[in-house]
């Protein structure tokens, strides 16, 4: 046994649930490494698993998304070995200074990639990833709608998005965070928590004509005019609730708004094989590697802290990736 301590959500409710508890590590399972954690990831999904959302039982230990040096392997375990730099982005029960994982969920972190930026870059970076190469293939000539793009999400897709080529019109919900979106080379910058009409600035900002594609995380608050955007034949991409989860929804608005086309896509269906999670995961680690894509770690806060963490991301106070560090 291995004494780790660990985020625990004992109950589901709000930030003020979480707890550091001490806990006792069995030695890896069969398929299973122990790591020990240099960084933990902070997002959304831990907020939904943690509210209920996302219905789980309690109590559990939170997160998804960290990274680390493998400490010891167990039965079964053939490609990854004591002393290997791992980073993953799938699989409950992430927080924590050390943890057992399964080993066909980890990606190899490549040299010149700090952990702390591996750890930010596996669930967003392989959203992000998916979202502009396989959910629709962006290539010269897209125009992409990206809501909350100076948040984590968000700034890799504007990044990736250019980097193929598109044109970007890009939300946020304060100046700083349009400053953000501007230095990452977005074409088109409103404030949608100015706009009256968000779908006509949309349209204006791409010359009187809808775009091709909308990726919109922020869900309740911005769907309707994500739709609204859109050309005929265009492609809604739904891909979180930050403000809230969109109701049901009737379909017969795809038809009203132009042969329409909606998704709700999640990163599992997109990492569902390891050749798939090893070839985005090393896509994006090796993109940072090579410098072509920027990670912003916008904070920093001991586990102990985590609850202000979550406060400040749900509170819109936070750009780029928050980090635990155990
Ligand atoms: P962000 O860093 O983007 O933070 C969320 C941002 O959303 C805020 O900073 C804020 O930006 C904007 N926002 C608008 N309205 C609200 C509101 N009422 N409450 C809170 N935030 C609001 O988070 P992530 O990059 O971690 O995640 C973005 C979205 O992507 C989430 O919905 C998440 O669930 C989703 N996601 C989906 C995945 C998938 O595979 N489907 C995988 C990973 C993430 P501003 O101040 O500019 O408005």
């Known amino acids: 046994m291995t004494t780790a301590r660990a985020l625990?959500?004992?109950?589901?409710?709000?930030?003020?649930?979480?707890e550091v508890q001490d806990v006792d590590l069995a030695p890896p399972g069969d398929g299973e490494v122990q790591v020990e954690v240099a960084a933990v990831g902070v997002n959304f999904i831990d907020v939904y698993q943690r509210q209920g959302v996302y219905s789980l039982s309690t109590p559990f230990v939170s997160c998804s998304e960290g990274s680390g040096t493998v400490t010891a392997v167990g039965a079964g375990v053939e490609d990854v070995a004591v002393g290997d730099r791992v980073a993953w982005g799938a699989g409950l029960g992430a927080g924590g200074t050390v943890v057992n994982r399964a080993a066909d969920t980890l990606v190899p972190?490549?040299?010149?990639v700090e952990l702390d930026v591996a750890a930010a870059a596996m669930l967003q970076g392989m959203t992000a990833h998916y979202l502009?190469?396989?959910t629709y293939a962006v290539r010269p000539g897209t125009v992409a709608l990206?809501?909350?793009?100076?948040g984590g999400v968000g700034q890799l897709l504007v990044q990736m998005v250019k980097a193929k080529g598109g044109t970007v019109v890009a939300t946020a919900g304060s100046a700083d965070k349009l400053e953000i979106a501007r230095g990452l080379r977005a074409d088109a910058v409103i404030n949608y928590r100015d706009s009256a009409d968000l779908a006509a600035e949309v349209r204006a900002a791409n010359g009187g004509n809808g775009v091709d594609v909308a990726y919109d995380g922020v869900g309740k608050a911005t769907f309707d005019a994500s739709l609204a955007s859109l050309r005929p034949r265009g492609l809604m991409v739904l891909f979180g609730g930050a403000s809230g989860q969109v109701p049901p929804f009737d379909i017969q608005r795809l038809n009203a708004s132009g042969s329409l086309f909606l998704t709700r896509p999640t990163l599992g269906s997109y990492t569902a094989t390891r050749e798939e999670l090893l070839e985005r995961g090393g896509s994006v680690l090796g993109d940072i590697a090579a410098g072509r894509l920027a990670v912003e770690i916008g904070g920093r806060y001991p586990l102990t802290e985590a609850a202000t963490a979550y406060d400040d991301l749900e509170a819109r106070r936070t750009t780029g990736k928050l980090?635990?560090?155990?």
């Open 132 to 134: 502009v190469n396989s």
């Open 323 to 326: 980090l635990l560090i155990p």
């Open 109 to 112: 972190v490549p040299d010149g």
């Open 146 to 150: 990206v809501h909350a793009a100076a």
């Open 8 to 18: 625990v959500v004992p109950r589901n409710g709000d930030s003020s649930v979480l």
